[in-house]
């Protein structure tokens, strides 16, 4: 029991990858550099289904990206309207695609970049920035204000409390469900090694993984959609 506790402390401890030999030595965390690898692997993937597109007869790659991007954008036309899906949709879209790959990453052997509360969190304050700066954007400062009373000025203290609770709230559920799948199949793998975990990695390595990806997405897109709404 204490060899599994002792694998256990080390697998959930954010080790570090490498340092940098500036100020007496800057630490680069394990999470930042599976982060590079992801946004690598997305940019050479992204260049590789982009390249030599047709009009007609296109080929199998541009079908394929067609379909992904077809998928985001009706996402986002769904939720965000006619009006502002185009505008919000490629950066949906990639945070989308970053969440997929980061969670599933334990599928090859790496850490979940997501089970780091310094990156959920990181991702938590884009949203906010996204959410709350288009709704300045939009509406103006004294109407993007005026949004914290509605739909009445009686909730107006709950308006702004939602300033810090949805940043939390899109925070904490990423990373308590990632984080939670990762000790359990680390504890599954560490009772029973060999065929034991598959079935439970189909779980919490993929669907779950899928599932908080989606959700965190989706809900970003909601409070979206709610700072964008015109004003009664």
Known sequence: MDEI?????????????????LFGGIPVPESAVVSWGIILLLTLLAI???????????????????????????????????????????????????????????????????????????????????????????????RGLKKFTQPSAIITPLNVMEVGIRPLALCMRL??????????????????????????SLYFDIFDGVLQAVVFVFLTTLFLSESLEPLE
Request: include cysteine; glycine fraction near 10%; hydrophobic fraction near 50%.
């Open 175 to 200: 990373f308590g469900n990632i984080l939670g799948g990762f000790i359990i199949m680390e504890l599954i793998k560490a009772v029973a090694p060999v065929v034991v975990p598959i079935p439970f």
């Open 5 to 21: 506790q002792t694998v256990l402390q080390e697998k959930l401890t954010n080790q570090t990858a490498f340092e940098i030999p």
């Open 48 to 142: 590789w289904l982009t390249h030599d597109l047709k009009v007609k007869a296109p080929g199998r790659r541009q079908m394929v990206a067609e379909m992904f991007v077809g998928l985001i954008n009706n996402f986002c036309r769904e939720i965000l309207g006619e009006k502002h899906w185009r505008t919000f949709a490629p950066y949906l879209g990639t945070v989308g695609l970053y969440l997929l790959l980061a969670n599933l990453a334990g599928l090859v052997g790496l850490a979940p970049p997501t089970k780091d509360l310094n990156v959920t969190a990181g991702l938590a304050i884009m949203s906010l920035v996204l959410i709350y700066g288009s709704q300045f954007r939009y509406h103006g400062l004294f």
